[in-house]
């Protein structure tokens, strides 16, 4: 897609284009909250839509399917059918500023269709919005091992979320690397928020790293100054 990270750095002033037709209308916190369908459903109907098979293996095993056969597709529906429709449709409304119907069981509007080719398109352009990290396949080796796996997975879905949005605009707001009010940050996209949060705790990093040289606590030699400097992409440009 040309110009992507323009368009997310503009955030709510551009669209995003996909090529299958549909488009992803970027909003603020502000909108999403106050006009939308507020940030729990905003980032749950995302979260369905980009999930990778693997991460419920168990549960197709279960229930006799292998997930090898299973696309990203067959997941955003297995979540949907646990949901009350009409609200899954709305949340898609909001997401892509459009209108859907159910026709011949894919989930359409006059711009494109939601099937098995398309959420590709649209799951990789969601994981760079929300800096999603591919999740880990795990192999056990055995029987024990694959029931340790089931647990630790049972136990990690009733967790809290140890940092919310809210949390990490708090921490952008009260960072001295940062010049944002609490009204600024609502006028921003959960794009723009998010990688505003890394950069300041790269450059938070690049502190710490160069007090810790300074008083010798840290040797110089140690350090690969590209991982820790906020701007490393542009210094690997320029070599």
Not at 4 to 27: A, E, H, R
Not at 52 to 60: G, H, I
Not at 71 to 88: C, G, H, L, P, W
Not at 160 to 182: F, G, Q, R
Request: proline share 2%; glycine share 4%; with cysteine.
């Amino acid at each position: 897609m040309k110009n992507l990270d323009y368009i997310l750095f503009s955030g709510k002033k551009n669209d995003i284009y996909l090529d299958c037709g549909l488009k992803i209308k970027q909003y603020s916190i502000e909108d999403i909250n106050e006009n939308g369908i507020g940030y729990n459903r905003y980032e749950n109907i995302i979260w369905s839509l980009t999930r990778y098979s693997y991460e419920f293996k168990f549960d197709l095993e279960d229930m006799g399917i292998d997930y090898k056969e299973v696309n990203t597709y067959d997941i955003f529906a297995m979540i949907s059918q646990s949901r009350d429709m009409k609200e899954v449709i709305e949340d898609l409304n909001f997401l892509f500023d459009d209108s859907f119907n159910i026709i011949n069981g894919y989930l359409q509007s006059v711009r494109g269709i939601i099937n098995k080719d398309t959420i590709e398109e649209i799951k990789e352009i969601f994981e760079r919005i929300m800096f999603f990290k591919k999740p880990k396949e795990r192999k056990p080796a055995n029987e024990d091992a694959k029931k340790m796996i089931k647990m630790q997975i049972k136990k990690n879905s009733k967790k809290k979320v140890a940092y919310d949005l809210y949390s990490i605009m708090y921490s952008i707001v009260l960072s001295p690397h940062s010049n944002e009010t609490y009204e600024s940050m609502l006028k921003r996209t959960p794009h723009q928020i998010y990688a505003s949060y890394l950069n300041i705790n790269q450059q938070k990093d690049f502190d710490n790293t160069m007090s810790g040289i300074y008083s010798g606590v840290i040797s110089s030699k140690d350090i690969d100054f590209n991982k820790i400097n906020w701007i490393n992409k542009l210094n690997n440009d320029e070599k």
